[in-house]
């Protein structure tokens, strides 16, 4: 009879951690020069052939609502952040934003929205809808065309929805999902809060973000948010404007290997997991938008016996519109097994991810006889998590040993 003995595990072993600030790369013009005088005459064309049905009362007030909208089946606490405001500064090289500060590029015209975290996965799943700020009435489209672009792969024609509301401005929502677009045609109406189309990359973008552009009913550009330096107007058109920062968490998550963020078909590989066994390595991670110089974040990681296994206190090296960070955390060989969580107090509020880390899998051998799984083991003796396409060792607690392969798991 072979035993096995295995250690009492009392503290966490912190393997690795690594993360920081998540590089958005979007600070290249979302539309050219020429792309905005097409889209201009196409509107302008368009409102002439629409002038018997647009009724207009330029003393109407217009009170936005956030244009983003997560599908109720995310689970993520929050899903997006704010890359880059409209460039008050029109002089060459010189950038300013409402809030006096520099988030934004060189001749920026909108508002740039970003999902987050893996936009890639939120696109493919369509979790993040691009929906009408105020009530209008739909005065072009653009479809049809590609919109998973990244920073290797953009250029081209973006997929849009313009709207005119009823005191004449008029909205742009831009680099929307091919396909995806209000069935709605030209002329007819839409809601404040309806579904305009879903958050992509189309034209030139090198992710998948919102790009919101506003003109007043004389084509002058507006900035939807108030500031001391928004010298386009002096109002907001948000009916609750946001603070400048925002710092929130976006995810706790757990995953089953290094998190990997890229573009799509090429890096992005979010490895989400929730379900652990003996053996494996469990990557503990928190996705933040807007964090700030020398915040903190106080994390814990508790069994279900209500006992804080690990703790730490995180502080912030510098303030980012998006950053991630993950640990990587081996949890004790003799459990306790069931559901674990994963914790954060973060700005005076607590966030909860929760985990199963399961008890050795029960196997019944062709006699009917129920044998207990101990140990996995490689050709080196090392224990190591199942895997496929590779010879392992099945230890069970009768003292049998299994020598597997297994394929295409």
Not at 190 to 200: F, N, Q, R, T, Y
Not at 271 to 290: E, H, K
């Given at each position: 009879m072979i035993l096995f003995f295995f250690p009492l595990i009392i503290f966490a072993q912190d393997f690795n951690s690594g993360g920081g600030e998540y590089n958005l790369y979007n600070n290249d013009k979302c539309l050219s020069n020429l792309d905005r005088i097409i889209i201009s005459n196409e509107i302008k064309e368009n409102l002439k052939l629409l002038s018997d049905k647009i009724i207009l009362n330029k003393n109407q007030s217009i009170s936005f609502i956030w244009p983003l909208r997560k599908d109720t089946s995310l689970s993520f606490n929050n899903y997006f952040g704010i890359?880059?405001?409209?460039?008050?500064?029109?002089?060459?090289?010189?950038?300013l934003d409402y809030s006096c500060l520099n988030r934004s590029y060189d001749g920026h015209k909108g508002t740039d929205i970003f999902t987050w975290p893996f936009p890639w996965y939120l696109y493919d799943n369509d979790y993040v809808d691009v929906i009408a700020a105020e009530d209008g009435i739909i005065i072009n489209k653009h479809d049809g065309h590609n919109d998973d672009h990244c920073p290797n792969t953009m250029g081209g024609t973006w997929n849009a929805v313009y709207i005119q509301h009823n005191d004449g401005s008029i909205a742009w929502y831009g680099h929307l999902k091919k396909n995806s677009l209000t069935s709605k045609i030209i002329?007819?109406?839409?809601?404040?809060?309806?579904?305009?189309?879903?958050?992509?990359?189309?034209?030139?973008?090198?992710?998948?973000?919102?790009?919101?552009?506003?003109?007043?009913?004389?084509?002058?550009?507006?900035?939807?948010?108030?500031?001391?330096?928004?010298n386009l107007n002096s109002i907001s058109w948000w009916s609750s404007q946001q603070n400048y920062r925002?710092?929130?968490?976006?995810?706790?998550?757990?995953?089953?290997?290094?998190?990997?963020?890229?573009?799509?078909?090429?890096?992005?590989?979010?490895?989400?997991?929730?379900?652990?066994?003996?053996?494996?390595?469990?990557?503990?991670?928190?996705?933040?938008?807007?964090?700030?110089?020398?915040?903190?974040?106080?994390?814990?990681?508790?069994?279900?016996?209500?006992?804080?296994?690990?703790s730490w206190i995180q502080l912030s090296s510098s303030t980012f519109n998006a950053s991630w960070y993950y640990w990587q955390k081996l949890l004790p060989l003799n459990g306790p097994f069931g559901v674990w969580e994963f914790e954060i107090e973060f700005n005076s509020q607590l966030y909860t991810h929760k985990f199963q880390y399961q008890s050795p899998v029960l196997i019944e051998d062709k006699n009917n006889i129920v044998r207990k799984l101990v140990r996995i083991s490689n050709i080196l003796g090392k224990e190591v998590s199942e895997v496929s396409n590779r010879t392992l060792f099945y230890l069970y607690n009768d003292g049998t040993v299994e020598k597997k392969l297994i394929f295409n798991k």
């Open positions: 890359s880059n405001f409209v460039d008050q500064d029109t002089s060459l090289a010189s950038i002329g007819q109406s839409v809601s404040k809060g309806e579904l305009l189309g879903k958050v992509a990359s189309s034209g030139n973008s090198t992710g998948p973000h919102l790009h919101l552009e506003i003109y007043d009913s004389a084509w002058n550009l507006i900035d939807p948010f108030q500031g001391s330096c928004n925002q710092p929130v968490l976006n995810a706790l998550l757990t995953h089953d290997s290094k998190p990997i963020h890229g573009c799509p078909g090429i890096n992005e590989e979010p490895n989400m997991a929730n379900d652990f066994i003996i053996g494996d390595t469990v990557f503990f991670a928190a996705y933040y938008s807007d964090r700030e110089l020398g915040d903190s974040a106080h994390y814990r990681i508790i069994s279900p016996n209500n006992i804080v296994w690990d």
